[in-house]
């Protein structure tokens, strides 16, 4: 079956540095998204991708948040000045169409020193 | 705006009882629900739907009906079993199509022999 896969599983950082997480979506899926969950909190969504431009993203994807598809098959959040605050479980995920649902990836989780 | 609520966990069932996780919602419009399952190392996975009031979602033995006049979409299965053992989120969509979703905070389920 395919999946979403995410790397790394766990990525620990020093605030202030600059995190880029990856994500490997459906090989032929054209929507791609990020969600993050802040522990013991709801799962949030950030922002919504498509067609090589950001089409929605929501209050928490500030300046601090950029997303890029660099490659034909790779995905990336990039955090530029990491705060404490930032630890969270992000989930990527990616669908066929805004008609269909996403399928998730198993998540990274950030760690922020 | 748009809020998910669920129960808080975990869940703590021996082996054979019967599950009923809460779930309610407040919408700004006729929204989808959903329930998705993240078992340990693996991403979030669509559990089943319900895309209008009184529609029955169900799947793998669990079932939820969608109740408009309580706002409220309950998870439910009879008899749990130790591999059911994870953590279930509610969800909604208003769109047209899935592109975003809220969630809720999860619930921990935790099956014993």
């Known amino acids: 079956e395919p999946e979403v896969t995410q790397t790394p599983s766990h990525q620990v950082t020093q605030m202030g540095q600059e995190v880029i997480l990856r994500c490997v979506p459906i090989?032929?899926?054209?929507?791609f998204y990020w969600y993050r969950q802040i522990l013991g909190q709801k799962v949030e969504f950030l922002v919504s991708?498509?067609?090589?431009?950001?089409?929605?993203k929501s209050e928490i994807f500030d300046d601090q948040f950029s997303v890029e598809r660099p490659d034909g098959s790779n995905f990336t959040l990039k955090i530029r000045s990491t705060k404490l605050e930032d630890s969270a479980m992000y989930f990527c995920?990616?669908?066929?169409?805004?008609?269909?649902?996403?399928?998730f990836g198993a998540g990274t989780r950030l760690s922020v020193l | 705006g748009n809020s998910v609520t669920q129960m808080e966990g975990p869940v703590t069932l021996s082996e054979e009882a019967f599950l009923t996780i809460n779930c309610t919602y407040t919408a700004t419009g006729y929204p989808s629900l959903f329930w998705y399952v993240q078992y340990p190392g693996e991403g979030l996975q669509l559990l089943l739907k319900?895309?209008?009031?009184?529609d029955k979602g169900s799947n793998k033995g669990f079932e939820a009906t969608y109740r408009k006049e309580t706002t409220s979409f309950h998870l439910e299965k009879g008899s749990v079993q130790v591999s059911d053992s994870a953590v279930y989120f509610c969800?909604?969509?208003?769109?047209?199509?899935?592109?975003?979703?809220?969630f809720g905070k999860g619930t921990m389920l935790l099956v014993s022999p």
């Open positions: 319900a895309t209008k009031a009184d």
């Open positions: 991708f498509y067609n090589n431009e950001i089409s929605e």
């Open positions: 969800a909604l969509s208003l769109l047209s199509g899935y592109s975003t979703l809220t």
């Open positions: 995920a990616s669908g066929g169409g805004v008609e269909t649902l996403p399928y």
């Open positions: 090989s032929n899926h054209l929507y």
